[in-house]
């Protein structure tokens, strides 16, 4: 099977032309046609086989990864998703793979309303890039240079299962209940976009850890910020591990959550009851994050891992 006969058998099918379409898969270019007076909000991400998933990984879990983490971006800007580019390469190709890998990225991009509007396939080394392209009202986008001094710290759902996941898998007792928070995130998209329209400002998704994350808003923001462990939402799972001794620090700077971190005054705080986040901390005058135990002891964490970093 050669390059275009792939593309088409296992992606063109991903393409469900409709108005904001004028030219999908199949073409050198593709031709959009956005809502007018909407920004456009881009993000791209690669996920490359032994550094962000495991070379056995199930593939359709692989498929939903790799779109989910672009839309966590998104979520995180307050934008809806449209249009997505896949760069796909292969060391060879795999019609069971690939008929389960397109099906994990076909079944979240309709859940989302995502169309596949091109992208690229080629040989070498088992890597995926998905470019991701939504919109949104001016104004109502949600940056991490926008946290001020009073405001509280609030986050989706629960922290560390995924980091808690992988350690599991790693050692050889995967925790079923876990696996699925770290093979299929479930991108905050509508969290993301009802908290643009409370008049959120300030948000970021965790895929760096907690305490990494929240660093760059912090340092974007010129500001500091004072979490509380004790208030952190934590699942059963890690509330065990925790009651047996285990580690907090992969807890709040272990990755691949994709919950949403963000800030809101408190004229803002009622409005946010009823969307399941809960305020783990504050921001204040300084720099940096400062972590503390029930006892107001500071957690001192490693540097944050970075690619290419010493």
Not at 182 to 197: H, K, N, S, T, Y
Request: aromatic residues 6%; glycine residues 12%.
């Amino acid at each position: 099977m050669a390059e275009f006969e792939l593309i088409e058998r296992y992606f063109s099918a991903l393409s469900r032309p409709d108005a904001s379409v004028l030219l999908g898969v199949g073409d050198d270019c593709a031709l959009l046609d956005p809502p007018q007076g909407q920004h456009l909000a881009m993000t791209m991400d690669t996920l490359i086989a032994g550094r962000h998933f495991l070379a056995d990984a199930e593939p359709f879990g692989i498929g939903h990864k790799s779109l989910a983490v672009n839309l966590s971006d998104l979520a995180a800007m307050g934008a809806r998703p449209a249009w997505a580019l896949l760069s796909l390469s292969l060391p060879r190709i795999d019609h069971a793979w690939l008929t389960d890998f397109s099906a994990g990225f076909s079944a979240l991009a309709g859940e989302y309303g995502v169309q596949l509007v091109g992208g690229d396939t080629c040989q070498g080394e088992l890597s995926i890039t998905v470019q991701l392209t939504g919109y949104l009202m001016p104004g109502r986008e949600m940056r991490r240079s926008a946290a001020g001094v009073g405001d509280g710290v609030y986050v989706t759902g629960t922290l560390g299962d995924a980091a808690l996941a992988l350690d599991r898998q790693k050692a050889g007792s995967p925790l079923a209940e876990l696996q699925q928070r770290l093979d299929r995130p479930r991108p905050r998209v509508e969290e993301g976009q009802a908290l643009a329209a409370l008049g959120v400002r300030a948000c970021i998704d965790i895929s760096d850890g907690l305490s990494a994350d929240l660093g760059h808003v912090c340092r974007q923001s010129g500001c500091a910020a004072r979490i509380h462990l004790d208030q952190l939402p934590l699942s059963a799972p890690v509330r065990e591990y925790l009651r047996a001794g285990g580690d907090i620090r992969p807890i709040v700077s272990g990755g691949d959550d994709y919950e949403l971190c963000f800030t809101a005054p408190a004229r803002i705080a009622p409005r946010l009851a009823g969307l399941g986040v809960t305020r783990i901390g504050e921001i204040l005058p300084g720099e940096g994050v400062e972590l503390l135990d029930a006892s107001s002891r500071a957690l001192d964490l490693p540097p944050a891992w970075e690619h290419f970093s010493s």
